[in-house]
């Protein structure tokens, strides 16, 4: 369900025009208003209660706490620990977002 805005109706028109310059099938109108839909996605923005948010913070300060136990057992460094767990969720961000390096 596109649902789309009188503006980003005109936004796929304007690219539709630019793309029938050459020809075009109606794979390449699903193909720009899918564009269009994962631009408005990648830039929402979201709402979220104070209350939830400091639950959400409560629970990932806790996590950074019990990951630093885990890594300073027998004598582990710690620091070095959360800082490589950090390091992998990045990595998996970037990797689910889509981005490279």
Request: glycine fraction near 8%; hydrophobic fraction near 40%; aromatic fraction near 4%.
């Amino acid at each position: 369900d596109w649902n789309l805005s009188d503006d980003e109706l005109e936004t796929v028109m304007q690219r539709l025009d630019d793309a029938f310059v050459y020809g075009a099938c109606d794979r390449v109108v699903s193909d720009i208003v899918n564009e269009l839909m994962e631009e408005k996605r990648v830039n929402r923005l979201v709402t979220v209660p104070a209350v939830l948010l400091e639950k959400v913070m409560v629970m990932a300060g806790s996590e950074i706490y019990r990951l630093h136990a885990v890594g300073s057992e027998n004598g582990g460094d710690g620091d070095a620990f959360v800082r490589e767990e950090r390091e992998i969720m990045r990595v998996m961000r970037q990797a689910l977002d889509g981005e490279n390096g």
